[in-house]
């Protein structure tokens, strides 16, 4: 059931693919690369039309590269599914580091054959770019291993995660992915400001009276979402600063929408005109 990675000694590895969606990541592509080659019969990454070195690194690692115009979040992780070559595939971000020891308990999940479940998640730690490790506090879960010959990412342009029929049981691992997910405080609010505005022209459209209420009211407990429930209390000043940007990146999104809506009723009445 297993294959040999010849680039990176004769270990056996499991029979998994892994994919990778990409646009200008020469920041982390190659070592993103190099972790997942560690547990991974191949590496496919699915670039949307980089202009840095994102290919040329990703190739240098190990990796396949499949260029496609970007289609969406969900869509874009489909081409990647459809571009392996095995069934259980490894869905990261290239942001997304394998540990070693995550490597380690995915090669014995397959030491037996295919696992017994269709479907595994993954603890996200944070990695910030001062202090250590958020080991303890601001868990992600994702769904990231699976079978893709029963599951598969939703065809959407906004949302990305895999949606199950109810009853599905779904395994849990012990070890987790590093997420390298920015490198300054100016890199998340520029991604806050990107997922903000796709998020308000591709999302489910909402009222425009609940939108008023969020814009309103809500932005106090998206903050508290964060700081308190999600534990970035524990991270000090850096953590109230992310925080209090991941709030306003999500408030934001309620503005974007409610002025979406704005503008569509203005552009009605002159058309009535």
């Not at 991270?235 to 306003?248: K, L, M, P, Q, V």
Request: glycine share 8%.
């Amino acid at each position: 059931m297993s294959k040999t990675n010849e680039k990176d000694g004769p270990q056996a590895v499991p029979p998994l693919s892994c994919y990778i969606r990409t646009l200008n990541e020469e920041r982390n592509i190659e070592a993103v690369v190099r972790a997942a080659r560690r547990v991974v019969a191949e590496v496919v990454v699915v670039d949307s039309g980089s202009t840095d070195r994102t290919a040329a690194l990703a190739e240098a690692a190990g990796a396949r590269v499949v260029v496609n115009p970007w289609p969406g979040n969900g869509f874009q992780k489909q081409v990647g599914e459809a571009a392996c070559a095995n069934d259980w595939v490894l869905d990261l971000d290239a942001d997304e580091v394998v540990s070693p020891e995550l490597a380690a308990e995915i090669a014995a999940l397959f030491a037996k054959g295919e696992p017994p479940l269709g479907v595994y998640e993954i603890d996200l730690t944070c990695v910030p770019p001062v202090g250590e490790p958020w080991y303890d506090f601001d868990h992600a879960f994702r769904r990231k291993l699976y079978d893709r010959r029963r599951f598969s990412m939703p065809g959407h342009k906004v949302w990305d995660q895999l949606e199950l029929p109810a009853g599905t049981k779904v395994g849990r691992l012990r070890a987790t992915l590093m997420h390298y997910a920015f490198r300054d405080i100016a890199h998340v609010v520029a991604k806050l400001n990107g997922y903000s505005t796709m998020g308000a022209r591709d999302g489910k459209r909402k009222t425009k009276g609940k939108l008023l209420f969020r814009i309103w009211c809500a932005l106090p407990f998206y903050f508290f979402k964060h700081y308190v429930l999600r534990g970035l209390c524990r991270a000090g000043t850096y953590g109230f600063i992310i925080a209090a940007s991941a709030a306003y990146g999500r408030w934001l999104r309620d503005a974007k929408m409610y002025e979406a809506i704005r503008i569509e009723e203005r552009r009605l009445r002159e058309g009535g005109r």
